[in-house]
């Protein structure tokens, strides 16, 4: 979609959200097409008017210092509209910017895609089932739980009380700090205080990002593909459940730790 004009209140400069200004917008939508090739059913296809109101009415109606602010709204806006949608990228473009040469426009472009991810689950205090439950509850785009297992504790003080551990997959646009903060907001919501809690101690709740396909990162207290998840039972054992291809048989056997299937929570 190209040339999509809305009137907002956006801009760093003194005096810019205190009036309206022109952007131009243009998507390039990542969509399976196959269906609505064989069908030629408007109900196979995404409805490009509806993702174009979406990405237009956020111009209007928020407000960003930055481009790239209101162009990562835009995509995430995009996104959520229709789970379809598998990737977008969006260009914002402010035309007529303020400043003191002859300019037509300014612009930034940034693309987000929907990646498979896994995280993995962990409670051994409290109401464990409850604290899973909920956990999955308040996830964003999750699209398959695995089984749940009970599992002995891995480190940490002596004559802990057992975990109850699982996997979730999503299938998600967020970035990997992002799905990290998203974790630690429902770990805090169940209870868990990271401050005040013994290295490798009992816990509420515990998130781990394991996987992201496709990304890696080592930085900022967050390393992804997980460090140590290829030792520990209690993440592979769910996580083959959902995803055998990530794990090969030799490391699931290889694994330490005692883990019990209990099925569905």
Do not use: C
Not at 9 to 38: S, T, Y
């Amino acid at each position: 979609m190209r040339g999509l004009r809305a009137l907002g209140h956006h801009g760093a400069l003194a005096g810019e959200q205190d009036r309206r200004q022109p952007f131009e917008i243009d998507l390039d939508v990542e969509v399976d097409l196959g269906l609505a090739a064989r069908s030629d059913e408007l109900t196979d296809t995404v409805d490009y008017g509806a993702l174009a109101r979406v990405a237009a009415g956020v111009v209007t109606d928020e407000r960003w210092r930055l481009l790239e602010r209101l162009a990562q709204r835009v995509g995430e806006e995009v996104l959520a509209a229709d789970a379809r949608v598998a990737a977008v990228t969006v260009s914002v473009r402010k035309l007529r910017p303020p400043v003191p040469v002859d300019l037509g426009s300014a612009g930034v472009r940034l693309a987000l895609r929907r990646r498979r991810a896994f995280l993995g689950l962990g409670a051994n205090l409290g109401d464990r089932e409850g604290a899973l439950r909920a956990a999955v509850a308040a996830l964003p785009d999750v699209v398959a739980v695995s089984p749940v297992y009970e599992t002995e504790p891995v480190g940490g003080p002596a004559a802990q009380p057992p975990y109850l551990n699982q996997v979730v997959a999503l299938f998600t646009a967020l970035a990997p700090h992002d799905l990290l903060a998203v974790a630690q907001e429902v770990e805090a919501a169940a209870g868990r205080d990271r401050s005040a809690e013994e290295r490798h101690g009992p816990r509420p709740l515990d998130i781990d990002v394991l996987w992201i396909d496709g990304v890696t990162v080592d930085e900022g207290g967050l390393t992804v593909p997980h460090p140590r998840m290829w030792e520990r039972r209690f993440v592979l054992a769910p996580l083959a459940d959902l995803a055998p291809d990530l794990v090969p048989r030799e490391a699931l056997e290889t694994a330490t730790g005692t883990v019990r299937r209990l099925g569905s929570l």
